[in-house]
């Protein structure tokens, strides 16, 4: 067979910018909302006021008189779903609401649907119906009902994982601590709030829907409603965020699909902020006891890992922080135990670091606490302990820079100067400064999808793969690996993605979407260059012919691998061959075996200033290092952006993010953007992100790994790491709070 062989680094590597960057900031890229197909109905779902009990009544008389009103929903009168919203076809599909009886499970739950000609109207109708309840006391909290151990965690994970002798570690143990920490719940809040438009045409069901899963969700959908999932289009050119709810499909969807199936009208949904709160999915809240236990040599005997997370009366997704102890540091014995307690709340989903984000929060914390008992630096701990071979496993690293991350991180920083004891650095201004680290780690994975790369007689190529773009870059990113791949530069390229009727592009998701995808990119740009140069290679009239060494492809030019003086742009080979399109497919997915032989992961290091007025406890994060090595780097200025959102992220959890509960409704008061803090600009500064080399060949043949969720991880260790450098004050309670300092007094 002809070798043939494409370049990187012509595109790869290049901080190109957004593609789609300028549709974005003159709004004339369409979202889903954004659609207004003729004769559209306007939907509103009625949220419950109560977590507890069963609706009595609705003013269903009020709702329909109201000028505009079409249509209300309920229980009674609601029409069949094929597919039953308490089943759980798939991987990804989980109980859900959708008026399916009179019951009430979380505040916020759908409990109507109003249709109207007008958003207003139906807002309006909404209103009218006033709900009455038989309400029951609400279970909330962690402290809400009694606890279950998880036997199965997400996704086909354990819920108990145990290496090694666990009570031998502990009683080996010279030095120990044994802590506990709480996590608060959080809701997905991207800018864009879950919306679509459905339109029926007979069987055809055609979705304008922001989906981190196209091509695999048609499957549910057509679970839903009996029709085959080649019947389902969905149309997913742009998501204005995700983090993980996007991926899930929820029962407000599924009742505004099915109006527009029984009125036979297109149907438009989309949640108001406070809807997000309930029923699209979110993180649960989590305690966690941590008990590290270490010997003479300052190195971990015993690494103990408890959590206990919320999860909802009906559903079983649970926070799995305790895993994120099971890559990390190299204890003699490795225990990472899930519990959980059913409360009345919407059932909790993949959020940002799904697991690792909380559990990383109080493991990174623990090191620390763990270091200052031994009066050890915590940066020369955790050289002590992280491990050479994946705990447990035994197994190789694919690739690990963790040691340079260190190096480089704490460099830039400038770790080295750091007392040890809290409360020895003042800022000339008066304010306490502390000064924290934490260690970054999220797996490395990779899902299936596949690709088309299509070369034009005119020298330009088409790549099509239904990837998701929810902002992180997808669509440029891949772009510039099927660019490498065809041998041709960036604007030579058309790449269609974010429909159905697309090839799989994979979910986006995972951290693991430009591995995935981009790999199906490139085989399938290989596919279409090795038929291009079979073509030439075997034709007499071309300068290629008998270049049996192999060719190389690059700038839309084919060169004979030996002698660069042979060349012949694809143009010329396409029409010297009759001028038809030379379409390559292509696949990938990570062969079950590799992971027998290799512990995949990217790696990271994050290092944290606060300065804090020493009066008012107010705090600030004023630099933040994180060093990252996650393979390959695509696109340098996407990449950063992503590791950088992530410490965001991180510093949202440690000082702000938080959905509080009423107890005694079951309600979330804070449920909106002034209650629910995130953070803003003037609340990140000093951000520097280094991405250290890393050849990881191990992962997939490209060598990528993720970027979108290890920056949170590490990140919020190192801030409330710093905040006790800087009072001298440990807080185990996320988002840490003025008055948390101030208790500490
Ligand atoms: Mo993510 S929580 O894998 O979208």
Not at 156 to 169: H, W
Request: proline fraction near 6%; include cysteine; hydrophobic fraction near 40%.
């Amino acid at each position: 067979m002809l070798e043939t062989r494409t370049r990187f680094g012509s595109n790869s590597g290049q901080p190109a910018t957004r593609r789609d960057g300028i549709a974005k900031v003159t709004g004339v890229a369409n979202f889903a909302a954004d659609n207004r197909p003729d004769d559209l109905l306007h939907a509103v779902y009625v949220p419950a006021t109560i977590a507890r009990g069963r609706v009595t009544h609705l003013d269903i008389a009020a709702a329909k008189s109201h000028p505009g009103v079409v249509e209300v929903f309920t229980p009674e009168n609601r029409p069949p779903l094929a597919g039953d919203p308490e089943a759980k076809p798939f991987l990804f599909t989980f109980r859900t609401d959708a008026l399916q009886n009179s019951d009430v499970r979380y505040a916020n739950q759908p409990i109507a649907l109003v249709l109207a000609e007008t958003i207003e109207a139906a807002t309006e109708g909404a209103r009218l119906l006033v709900p009455q309840y038989e309400d029951q006391a609400p279970r909330i909290g962690l402290d809400g009902a009694t606890p279950y151990k998880v036997e199965a965690g997400n996704f086909g994970r354990p819920g108990e994982t145990i290496f090694g002798d666990v009570a031998a570690g502990h009683a080996a143990a010279k030095l120990s601590v044994d802590l506990t920490y709480e996590t608060p719940a959080q809701y997905h809040n991207p800018m864009e709030t879950h919306a679509l438009v459905a339109a029926w045409d007979g069987d055809l069901l055609t979705l304008d829907i922001p989906s981190q899963a196209i091509v695999m969700s048609r499957a549910a959908f057509g679970y839903y409603f009996d029709i085959p999932p080649e019947n389902v289009t969905i149309r997913s050119p742009y998501l204005g965020g995700g983090f993980g709810s996007k991926a899930i499909i929820h029962g407000p969807a599924l009742l505004a699909i099915l109006a527009a199936r029984t009125l036979r009208r297109p149907v438009k949904l989309m949640l108001r902020r406070d809807q997000m709160f309930g029923p699209v999915g979110h993180r649960g809240a989590t305690r966690q006891r941590l008990r590290i236990g270490i010997g003479d040599d300052g190195r971990m005997t015993v690494l103990d890992h408890e959590s206990l997370a919320t999860t909802s009366t009906f559903d079983d997704f649970v926070e799995g922080a305790a895993a994120a102890s099971l890559g990390l540091y190299a204890a003699g014995a490795l225990r990472s135990s899930q519990y959980a307690v059913r409360v009345d709340i919407g059932t909790p989903g993949p959020m940002r670091a799904p697991g690792e984000a909380s559990g990383s929060a109080a493991l990174e914390c623990a090191i620390d606490e763990m270091a200052e008992k031994a009066c050890l630096d915590p940066l020369d701990f955790r050289l002590r302990n992280y491990a050479e071979v994946e705990p447990g496993t035994g197994l190789p690293y694919s690739s690990k820079a963790l040691r340079e991350c260190y190096r480089q991180g704490a460099e830039r920083f400038g770790w080295a100067g750091r007392p040890r004891a809290p409360r020895q650095m003042i800022h000339e201004n008066g304010m306490l400064v502390g000064w924290g680290m934490g260690t970054a780690l999220f797996h490395a994975p990779m899902f299936a999808a596949e690709a088309r790369a299509t070369l034009r007689p005119d020298g330009t190529g088409l790549v099509e793969t239904a990837a998701a773009d929810m902002g992180q870059g997808a669509w440029t990113a891949l772009a510039q690996i099927a660019a490498d791949s065809l041998g041709l530069p960036l604007e030579k390229i058309e790449f269609r993605s974010g429909t159905s009727d697309l090839p799989d592009g994979g979910i986006a998701g995972g951290s693991g979407h430009t591995a995935t995808a981009g790999s199906a990119l490139h085989a399938a740009g290989v596919d279409a260059i090795r038929q291009l140069g079979e073509i030439a290679t075997a034709d007499p009239a071309s300068p290629l012919f008998g270049a049996n060494a192999g060719v190389v492809a690059r700038g839309g030019r084919l060169y004979a691998r030996d002698d660069d003086s042979r060349s012949e742009s694809y143009g010329e080979i396409i029409a010297r061959a009759g001028g038809t399109t030379i379409r390559g497919t292509g696949n990938a997915s990570r062969p079950p075996e590799a992971a027998q032989r290799h512990a995949m992961y990217s790696h990271g290091a994050v290092f944290a200033e606060v300065k804090i007025d020493p009066e008012l406890f107010q705090m600030r994060v004023t630099r933040l290092v994180g060093a990252f090595a996650a393979g390959r780097i695509i696109n340098p200025r996407l990449a950063e952006s992503q590791l950088m959102g992530g410490m965001i992220w991180g510093i949202s959890f440690a000082l702000h993010e938080e959905a509080r509960h009423d107890h005694r409704t079951g309600r979330i008061v804070n449920a909106d953007f002034a209650g629910y803090h995130i953070p803003v600009n003037a609340d990140v500064s000093g951000l520097e992100v280094i991405t250290v080399h890393e050849d990881d060949p191990h992962v997939n043949p490209l060598g990528i790994k993720g970027v979108g969720e290890i920056g949170v991880t590490g990140t919020v260790g190192a801030i409330g790491n710093a905040i006790w450098h800087a009072t001298g004050t440990r807080v185990r309670r996320f988002p840490i709070k003025i008055e948390d300092l101030l208790a500490g007094l």
